[in-house]
Structure formats: structure tokens, C-alpha cells
């Protein structure tokens, strides 16, 4: 029942900007915590942005701190993920998933895939000249 659907991937040349946009149903995010990770070829899935249900604070990966911005509508069904000044570094396939067990984000650079309970489908980003 519980269902998160990404969009907003594409290719773009260095230097761009793209919008994510996470979908979800079945689950309301007001209660969450909720972030977006990314996995590049040959490398672990990682963290790059946290949305915290209980006081909307934000929090990011130092690799996209000042370049991304992750953010919910009023609704609090979906959940967005601004990239902008993109690099070829940020090529992969990224994801947005909610912990069902917090509502306040870790930090970042703490924060394990394992420990999320719900996935979308994931939306790829290709940064390329």
C-alpha cells in the first residue's frame, strides 16, 4: 500500500539545475523522517539529504551542502530535492526514503540505507557535457 514514485531525472550539462519530486502514498510524512540518497556505479548508496518531520529542520551531505535544497509540500505528500550548480560526480540514481522509526533526522553523514523502511523506484540524474 505504502508507495513512493520519484520524477524529475534527466540529463543535464554541468552546471545545471534539476528539481526531484518523491510522491508518496499510504504514508503520511508529517510523521517521518524522510531522505534522499543516491548510488553512483560501483559505489554503496549513500545519504545526501535529511527532511526531519518533527521540526523541518534539513540537513546534507557535505559533498552537496550549498548546492542542494530538500523540502515538503504544504500537503505533506511530497517531498523535493533541489540540485542546483550540478557536477559529473552527481550522476547517479536517486532515491527518497522515510524512516518509520524517527521523525528527527541523524546526521548525515551518519545516516545508513538499512535502517529506511520505505523505497521508490529511484529516478536517474546524468550530469555530461
Known amino acids: 500500500q505504502v508507495q513512493f514514485v520519484e520524477s524529475g531525472g534527466g540529463t543535464v550539462q554541468p552546471g545545471g539545475s534539476l528539481r526531484l519530486s518523491c510522491a508518496a502514498s499510504g504514508l503520511f510524512l508529517d510523521y517521518y523522517a524522510v531522505s534522499w540518497f543516491r548510488q553512483a556505479p560501483g559505489k554503496e548508496r549513500e545519504a545526501v539529504s535529511c527532511?526531519?518531520?518533527?521540526?523541518?529542520?534539513?540537513s546534507y551531505a557535505d559533498s552537496v551542502k550549498g548546492r542542494f535544497t530538500i523540502s515538503r509540500d504544504n500537503a505533506k505528500t511530497t517531498v523535493f530535492l533541489q540540485m542546483n550548480s550540478l557536477k559529473p560526480e552527481d550522476t547517479a540514481v536517486y532515491y527518497c526514503?522515510?524512516?518509520?522509526?524517527?521523525?528527527?533526522?541523524?546526521?548525515?553523514?551518519?545516516?545508513?540505507?538499512?535502517?529506511?523502511?520505505?523505497w521508490g523506484q529511484g529516478t536517474r540524474v546524468t550530469v555530461s557535457s
Open positions: 526514503a522515510a524512516n518509520t522509526m524517527r521523525r528527527h533526522c541523524k546526521e548525515v553523514h551518519s545516516i545508513v540505507a538499512h535502517e529506511f523502511d520505505y
Open positions: 527532511f526531519s518531520a518533527d521540526d523541518r529542520s534539513t
